[in-house]
């Protein structure tokens, strides 16, 4: 499957300002929710909602050579997690690698990324993609069930 690349600066820093993140050793993923995916959804062949990525690498990954070696194993480690586990879709996603993935395997990348995919609540199965899980409901004590409030 293709990957629809984010190229306009306002869509990245919404995302920064606006959308959740997570990071890791190797990685960082803002996402927020795509308010333009059903226009793009329209506009597709496939006729199918799409995540638009953007992979942003700063001089301080490294050199050339290191800034997209990064970029390549982000890109496959997107493309394995979606085939395999599946990644909800409409949402606009920049990834920002750091300095320990032009070191890493593409597998420590891969289970970094899954990892923060899985936090912001990205993977299909998943229920709230908003960011932040609410307060776990209280739960009663025992001596508040018996009546007892000593």
Same mark, same amino acid.
């Given at each position: 499957?293709?990957?629809?690349?984010?190229k306009e600066?306002?869509?990245?820093?919404?995302a920064?300002q606006?959308?959740g993140?997570?990071?890791?050793?190797t990685v960082?993923v803002?996402?927020?929710?795509d308010?333009? &995916?059903g226009?793009l959804?329209k @506009?597709n062949p #496939?006729?199918?909602? %799409?995540?638009r990525i953007?992979i942003? $690498?700063?001089?301080k990954?490294?050199?050339?050579?290191?800034?997209?070696r990064?970029k390549?194993?982000?890109?496959?480690?997107?493309?394995q997690i979606?085939k395999?586990v599946?990644?909800?879709?409409?949402?606009?996603?920049?990834i920002?690698p750091k300095?320990a &993935?032009?070191?890493?395997?593409m @597998?420590d990348? #891969?289970?970094d990324? %899954?990892?923060?995919?899985?936090?912001l $609540?990205?993977?299909?199965?998943?229920?709230d993609?908003a960011?932040?899980?609410?307060p776990?409901?209280?739960e009663?004590d025992?001596?508040?069930?018996d009546?007892?409030?000593s």
């Open positions: 499957m293709k990957l629809y690349a984010l600066n306002h869509l990245f820093r919404r920064y606006k959308g993140r997570r990071s890791s050793r960082t803002y996402a927020l929710k308010r333009a &995916a226009l959804r @506009q #496939q006729k199918q909602t %799409l995540n953007g942003s $690498a700063s001089k990954v490294g050199g050339a050579v290191q800034r997209n990064a390549r194993l982000i890109r496959e480690a997107y493309r979606d395999t599946g990644i909800r879709k409409g949402f606009l996603l920049v920002v300095t &993935a032009t070191v890493s395997k @597998q990348v #891969q289970s990324l %899954l990892a923060c995919l899985s936090a $609540a990205l993977l299909k199965g998943q229920d993609p960011g932040e899980p609410g776990a409901p209280r009663r025992a001596d508040a069930a009546g007892d409030l």
